[in-house]
C-alpha cells in the first residue's frame, strides 16, 4: 500500500510488499502480461520480493500461473539467484519445495550458477540447501573455471568450503530415511570401556592428564554422543519431526547431487493414496499401512465425547477440512493444532495456601560477622541469659543449667 492507496497491479503489490492486495488482485484474475510485468533492469514481481527478503508475497505467488520462476534478468539472474546472492535461506527454500519446475543449474552472463553465487557472499546454510535440493557442485563459470569450492577457498569463504566439504563426506541425509534406526551403535562399547577396571598405570596416566592438559573448544566428536542426539532429534522416526511435519517421501532421503522434486510435482507424479500409504504415522513413527476412512474417523469422533459444543468446536471442523483435503485422516486426528474430535477440558484449581515467600541471602561483606538466622539468634541469647544469671546471682551457687 503507497500513500494509503492498495496496489492495483501485481507487480506494484510485490514491490511494495502488499500481500493483501496481491490476493486481490490474483482473485479478479491476472493476464500473462500482468504476471510477467518487467522494470528496467528485466525484474518481474517475484524478483523483487525474492531480492528483498518478502516472503509472504512469495508464498503467494506460487500459486499464479503465469509465473515464470525460471526467468531471466536483463544480466541473467533467476528468482533463485538473486535470493540466494542474499541470503534469504526460507526463500530459497520455498522456492525449491513449492516451485515445480525450478532449474537449479541456470547460469548467468558470468556463467554462475546460484549455489557460485551463494558461495561468493559465504550464505552457508543457502548454499547447503542448494546441495541438498540437487545442485552441481562441480559446475564451473565460463571465465574464470572455477567451481563453487574453488571460489570458497579463492575469496577465503573457508567456513563455507568446511561445510561443502563436511556435505560430501556424509552426503545422504540417513535420518530422513525409513530405514533408520535411532540407536547409537557404539553405545555399547563405550559403556563397557568406561566401565572396565583400569590399570594402576592407566589411572596415573589419566591423572595426569587431567592436572596437566589443556582443554581447547572444539568442534563434536563424528558419530559422538551429541552427534547423535542431532540425529536423532532430526531424524524421522523422532516425535518431533512426526507431529512437526509430514514426511512425504521417507524412503528416498535428501542426498548430495540427488533432484529433489516439489511439493506439486510429487502430488502429479503419485496419486494421493500412494502418498498417505507411504506417509509417517505420528502414533508409532512408522510407514502407516491403513488408512481410516471418513465413517471411521467419525465414528471415533462421535464416541470419544457426548458434548456437541465441544465436539464440534472450530479446531474441530478445522482438522476435518484438512483432512479431506492432503493431510490423511488418520494423521489430522493426532495433530496438536488442530485436533479431532474431543477437546479435553482443562480445569484450574488454585492452591488454598498462600505460596511461601523465599528468603533473600544477605550480602557478606569483608571485615565483618555475618548475622546469624532470627530462631538462632532468639535460642542463643536465651542461652546466655540462663549463663549470666547463674554467675551473677551469689546466693544461688548450686543452680546449673538443665541444658
Known sequence: ???????????????????????????????????????????????????????????????????????????????LMIASQAGH???VMYLLNYYPGIDTEIKDCRGFTALIKA??????????????????????????????GDWALKTGRYETLYRLRRLNMRPKAEQFCESYVPEWPELKERVASATAEKTA??????????????????????????????????????????????????TS????????????????KHPDKELEESSVCH??????????TLHSAESITTTCCADTERRGSILSLASTKVATTFIPRGMARRNSVFPSGCIPKINVSRPTEATPKKETKRKREKGFLELPKWNL?????????????????PRQPHLTLAN
Not at 53 to 61: A, E, K, N, R, S
Open 201 to 250: 598405570r592407566e589411572k596415573i596416566t589419566q591423572q595426569i592428564k587431567n592436572t596437566f592438559g589443556f582443554r581447547f573448544p572444539r568442534d563434536p566428536q563424528d558419530n559422538g554422543v551429541l552427534d547423535h542426539m542431532v540425529r536423532m532429534t532430526t531424524s524421522v522416526h523422532s516425535p518431533l519431526i512426526s507431529t512437526g511435519c509430514r514426511p512425504l517421501c521417507p
Open 119 to 148: 558461495t561468493l557472499t559465504g550464505r552457508n546454510d543457502v548454499v547447503a540447501a542448494l546441495v541438498m535440493a540437487g545442485a552441481d557442485i562441480h559446475a564451473v563459470d565460463s571465465t574464470k573455471e572455477k567451481c563453487a
Open 283 to 292: 502414533s508409532d513413527s512408522s510407514v502407516s499401512h491403513i488408512i481410516p
Open 89 to 91: 535461506i526460507n526463500t
Open 1 to 79: 500500500m503507497k500513500n494509503g492507496r492498495a496496489a492495483s497491479t501485481l507487480y506494484q503489490a510485490c514491490a511494495h510488499n502488499d500481500p493483501v492486495s496481491l490476493r486481490k488482485v490474483l482473485e479478479r484474475g491476472v493476464t500473462k502480461e500482468e504476471a510477467m510485468e518487467l522494470d528496467i533492469n528485466g525484474w518481474n514481481g517475484l524478483m523483487v520480493a525474492c531480492c528483498k527478503g518478502f516472503i509472504d508475497i512469495v508464498y503467494g505467488l506460487h500459486n499464479c500461473p503465469f509465473i515464470d520462476i525460471n526467468h531471466q534478468d536483463n544480466e541473467g539472474n533467476t528468482a
Open 377 to 393: 539468634l532468639v535460642e542463643h541469647v536465651s542461652k546466655l541469659t540462663a549463663w549470666l544469671a547463674v554467675i551473677i546471682s
Open 253 to 268: 532421503p535428501p542426498e548430495v547431487g540427488k533432484r529433489r522434486l516439489a511439493v506439486p510435482e510429487l502430488v502429479k
